[in-house]
């Protein structure tokens, strides 16, 4: 009744993120109708990037060479680190900022119930690179969860203890956020926070 | 500074309908961190499908072999033929009636302005086959868009000029659904197109 080939590709489209039946039928079908050479090619991409793309021996970001192009690069001010739960946060901040540190990428959050301790995410690489003693400003830049908060604060401890100073982005509202619509607990913590106006 | 064959992922699954720049690297993020099996397989899936899948001859559904596996079967009735636009129509079909006759996938509908005429639809080769004089009921159930309601008015034409009965689907509010909430349109045609309430 139906096509084992064309049931086989939707089904291995709902891999993806967010793609349930519907969406992977539409997927399959859009492809096979009007974008074959765009399939094609990410077909062959695809293949090639799960082949050979692994992680930085140095921030564990995902990295085609052994030590990734930023790690590598003579230009990255090597005494700030900025610590991040996931490679597309390094992209963020790439695009939002003029930061020329470089990077420590967790690949998760500490998540005890998960089982992600500690050693999953590194730390233990992490702390010797910070007992080396070349870094000197651990920037955290976990999530604002509770999971990244909990992340964050077991960071700062590791800091402290190789005597590096920690520090974390700023919290409160965002620029061009009305307050009427800022949940709860950002206010609170933005009035909390409050600063002093300079002259 | 950034990874080549990342972006490139990144770049091929905005191939996917509904997928911009943000959904693209979510996935690739994806893939590469937690489902790189499911990623091989969907490529080589996508590869074989593309090589693979063309167009039944006589219904132009999709298909590995020349005539698809609802047209080959010996126990569909070859009297009914249904109309329809895409091969995704002929799924929501088979999963909700009981229809036990064969398909026609006009892959589009009648739009003159993209350049879509009755050609593009196969319906000389749709004419032909009415001609035979097997078919005695065209079930013509093209969407309820403007342009599907002219393609439909195109296909009941065609359907009497061959002597074949046309029909379409019924139109009206849909089931579980709640007047205040039912478009204009079509409230004001389920209250126009009423029907007498038989003891």
Redesign the interface.
């Known amino acids: 009744?139906?096509?084992?080939?064309?049931e086989?590709?939707i089904e291995?489209?709902r891999?993806?993120?967010?793609v349930g039946q519907k969406?992977a039928?539409?997927?399959?079908?859009?492809?096979?109708?009007r974008?074959?050479e765009?399939?094609?090619?990410?077909?062959?991409?695809?293949?090639?990037?799960?082949e050979?793309?692994g992680h930085c021996v140095q921030c564990r970001d995902?990295?085609?060479t052994e030590v990734?192009?930023?790690c590598a690069?003579a230009s990255r001010e090597r005494q700030m680190l900025c610590v991040i739960e996931?490679?597309?946060d390094r992209?963020a901040i790439?695009h939002a900022t003029s930061y020329r540190g470089v990077y420590y990428v967790l690949?998760g959050r500490l998540s005890p119930l998960d089982g992600i301790g500690p050693r999953e995410l590194g730390l233990d690489k992490l702390e010797a690179r910070l007992a080396q003693g070349e870094v000197t400003e651990l920037i955290i830049a976990t999530n604002s969860t509770v999971e990244g908060e909990a992340t964050a604060h077991y960071l700062a401890q590791l800091a402290r203890r190789n005597k590096v100073r920690p520090s974390r982005l700023a919290q409160g509202l965002p620029l061009g956020g009305e307050l009427e619509y800022v949940d709860r607990g950002t206010l609170s913590h933005a009035f909390g926070s409050r600063s002093e106006i300079s002259e």
């Open positions: 009744m139906s096509l084992p080939l064309l086989q590709l291995a489209f891999v993806l993120p967010g969406t039928q539409r997927m399959a079908y859009h492809v096979l109708e974008a074959r765009g399939g094609q090619r990410l077909s062959e991409v695809l293949a090639e990037a799960i050979k793309i995902f990295s085609e990734c192009p930023v690069s996931s490679p597309a992209l790439e690949q």
